[in-house]
């Protein structure tokens, strides 16, 4: 179940060549559940939002935008 809001954190991360361990580190998540959340099998919090916001340097209100979009 693929989303708007997975395919475009997968789109940010890939193209700064971030690996996905990395951000689930600084979300303080496991591996798998943030690929989980990148292919829409399940939904971030909020605040995880916002920090990956920050991490992929994309506009925070953006990624919110589509984040609540998304209803998994």
């Not at 475009?8 to 580190?25: G, H, M, T, V, Y």
Request: charged share 35%; hydrophobic share 40%.
């Amino acid at each position: 179940m693929s989303t708007i809001f997975g395919n475009k954190i997968r789109a940010f991360r890939e193209a700064k060549q971030i690996p996905q361990r990395q951000l689930a580190s600084a979300l303080e998540i496991d591996t798998a559940t943030y690929c989980k959340i990148e292919k829409g099998d399940r939904r971030a919090k909020r605040e995880q939002v916002i920090v990956l916001a920050d991490l992929l340097e994309v506009d925070s209100k953006e990624l919110i935008c589509l984040w609540s979009a998304d209803k998994v």
